[in-house]
């Protein structure tokens, strides 16, 4: 074989061996993705069976650590006294390892922290110095890589997830966006469970708050038009705002309409009912941070009231809420937010809340439906709304709140009249 000849051999060799290569890492990526994709939909299905918050972490964490993806995980949560991070479940060849985390407690310069207080997922790898102070127990347990993912729902979080891997070069883009996924569907489905909870507790915590001028455009309302503002309903919008129907006592329902134009957070008002001194408003709000916190905790808004610059505000929330970090969030949002008390008490189950109740076999949109157009007076007589106002408030159309209305009218008028037919169905 000539000279020439010899080295096309070894190029082409060369661009064959290469090529393999290339094709070998290809074929390793797609089984790695496949292997991810079987995962989360493994965690997805033990995340609807779960009861309760534990066993959502404990599944998590076991999932994770027993694929041959990964070596081990834990989810830790934020403590407010010297912002340290303590793990709540762990599963893998982690024992050592997490054990020092948990007895040291300190506050950490790592990619957990971060996750935590930034609520940005963080990848690294031993050799980043922001791994620090966790590197050289993490190398004893074969930890090479490192995601940190942020667990939460809406504002509310509940805490961060960290799983290890011995692979150096480990989450990758693919990898990261689905663990991103994972830690929105893990607080979602904690936030759903807070929600069932309340719902059906007997026992539950009350928390009476007062809020002062400059908290919420309804106090600071108050003072100004000297009147009383009471909240007689709320309900999230489509768009991720809220609606909040407020009565009105000593002062023209007119003028506080014409004073909330220029509130950037306010995206429309409607008198639902003028009668002088006296009325019902109807606000649609961008936002509410607020109402915000209250949902995303699990808790309820039970009562609201302000008069005269000073709001009053009754929440009730599960008796395990963490009650110092539902008031830190709230207090972003309402600097001047402040506990006035704190009690424990027993309470029968809503009738609402009762499982196989009439309401129980309302869909959660023909619940909305029905509630927004109840507190706007859809159903006095006369009206005080018309469909179409309602609808446009929800944003909806017409014909869509309709159908809502009728079907949620026959569910509860055949519980009603026809009794045995909802209790066969509630078998």
Same mark, same amino acid.
């Given at each position: 074989?000539?000279?020439?000849?010899?080295?096309?051999?070894?190029?082409?060799?060369?661009?064959?061996?290469?090529?393999?290569?290339?094709?070998?890492?290809?074929?390793?990526?797609?089984?790695?993705?496949?292997?991810?994709?079987?995962?989360?939909?493994?965690?997805?299905?033990?995340?609807?069976?779960?009861?309760?918050?534990?066993?959502? !972490?404990? &599944?998590?964490?076991?999932?994770? /650590?027993?694929?041959?993806?990964?070596?081990?995980?834990?989810? #830790? !949560?934020? +403590?407010?006294?010297?912002? /340290?991070?303590?793990?709540?479940?762990?599963?893998?060849?982690?024992?050592?390892? $997490?054990?020092?985390?948990?007895?040291?407690?300190?506050?950490?310069?790592?990619?957990?922290?971060?996750?935590?207080?930034?609520?940005?997922?963080? $990848?690294?790898?031993?050799?980043?110095?922001?791994? @620090?102070?966790?590197?050289?127990?993490?190398?004893?347990?074969?930890?090479?890589?490192?995601?940190?993912?942020?667990?939460?729902?809406?504002?509310?979080?509940?805490?961060?997830?960290?799983?290890?891997?011995?692979?150096?070069?480990?989450?990758?883009?693919?990898?990261?966006?689905?663990?991103?996924?994972? #830690?929105?569907? +893990?607080?979602?489905?904690?936030?759903?469970?807070?929600?069932?909870?309340?719902? %059906?507790?007997?026992? $539950?915590?009350?928390?009476?708050?007062?809020?002062?001028?400059?908290?919420?455009?309804?106090?600071?309302?108050?003072?100004?038009?000297?009147? *009383?503002?009471?909240?007689?309903?709320?309900?999230?919008?489509?768009?991720?705002?809220? %609606?909040?129907y407020v009565t009105v006592n000593g002062a023209r329902?007119?003028?506080?309409?014409? /004073?909330?134009?220029?509130?950037?957070?306010?995206?429309? $008002?409607?008198?639902?009912?003028?009668?002088s001194e006296e009325g019902l408003l109807e606000y649609?709000?961008?936002?509410?941070? %607020?109402?915000?916190?209250?949902?995303?905790?699990? /808790?309820?808004?039970? =009562?609201?009231?302000?008069? &005269?610059?000073?709001?009053? +505000?009754?929440? *009730?929330?599960?008796?395990?809420? =963490?009650?110092? #970090?539902?008031?830190?969030?709230?207090?972003?949002?309402?600097?001047?937010?402040?506990?006035?008390?704190?009690?424990?008490?027993?309470?029968?189950?809503?009738?609402?809340?009762?499982?196989?109740?009439p309401l129980d076999r309302l869909t959660d949109r023909?619940? @909305?439906?029905?509630?927004?157009?109840?507190?706007?007076?859809?159903?006095?007589?006369?009206?005080?709304?018309?469909?179409?106002? +309602?609808?446009?408030?929800?944003?909806? &159309?017409?014909?869509?709140?309709?159908?809502?209305?009728?079907?949620?009218?026959?569910? %509860?008028?055949?519980?009603?009249?026809?009794?045995?037919?909802?209790?066969?169905?509630?078998?």
């Amino acid at each position: 074989m000539s000279g020439r000849a010899s080295e096309e051999f070894v190029r082409d060799s060369t661009d064959y061996t290469e090529c393999e290569r290339v094709l070998g890492r290809r074929r390793d990526e797609l089984a790695t993705r496949e292997r991810i994709d079987r995962l989360l939909l493994d965690i997805a299905r033990d995340l609807i069976g779960a009861t309760n918050r534990e066993a959502i !972490e404990r &599944s998590v964490c076991e999932r994770l /650590a027993g694929s041959e993806l990964y070596e081990f995980a834990w989810i #830790g !949560e934020g +403590v407010f006294e010297g912002d /340290a991070v303590v793990p709540r479940a762990r599963a893998g060849d982690d024992a050592e390892y $997490v054990e020092a985390v948990d007895a040291e407690k300190r506050a950490i310069s790592s990619a957990v922290e971060r996750a935590l207080y930034t609520g940005e997922m963080q $990848v690294v790898t031993v050799d980043d110095a922001g791994f @620090e102070p966790w590197r050289t127990d993490a190398i004893d347990c074969d930890g090479r890589s490192v995601v940190a993912v942020p667990l939460g729902y809406g504002e509310t979080d509940y805490g961060v997830l960290a799983v290890h891997a011995t692979r150096p070069d480990a989450f990758d883009g693919r990898e990261q966006a689905a663990f991103e996924l994972l #830690g929105e569907m +893990v607080g979602f489905a904690i936030n759903a469970l807070d929600d069932r909870r309340l719902l %059906l507790a007997d026992a $539950v915590t009350e928390l009476e708050l007062r809020l002062a001028s400059g908290d919420q455009f309804l106090v600071d309302h108050s003072e100004r038009f000297d009147c *009383e503002l009471s909240v007689t309903g709320s309900l999230a919008t489509k768009s991720g705002g809220w %609606l909040l129907y407020v009565t009105v006592n000593g002062a023209r329902p007119q003028a506080l309409r014409d /004073a909330a134009v220029d509130d950037a957070a306010i995206e429309r $008002v409607r008198v639902v009912r003028d009668a002088s001194e006296e009325g019902l408003l109807e606000y649609r709000l961008d936002g509410s941070s %607020l109402l915000q916190v209250v949902a995303e905790a699990g /808790a309820k808004l039970r =009562d609201a009231h302000a008069a &005269s610059g000073v709001g009053r +505000v009754v929440v *009730e929330a599960p008796r395990d809420t =963490d009650i110092r #970090g539902l008031m830190w969030r709230l207090q972003q949002g309402c600097p001047h937010a402040e506990l006035l008390a704190k009690h424990e008490r027993n309470r029968s189950v809503a009738k609402g809340a009762v499982p196989c109740s009439p309401l129980d076999r309302l869909t959660d949109r023909q619940r @909305e439906t029905l509630e927004a157009a109840y507190h706007a007076g859809y159903f006095g007589w006369p009206r005080e709304s018309t469909a179409e106002e +309602v609808a446009e408030s929800m944003e909806i &159309s017409s014909p869509t709140l309709h159908r809502h209305l009728r079907r949620a009218e026959k569910q %509860l008028l055949s519980a009603f009249l026809d009794p045995a037919e909802d209790i066969g169905q509630s078998r």
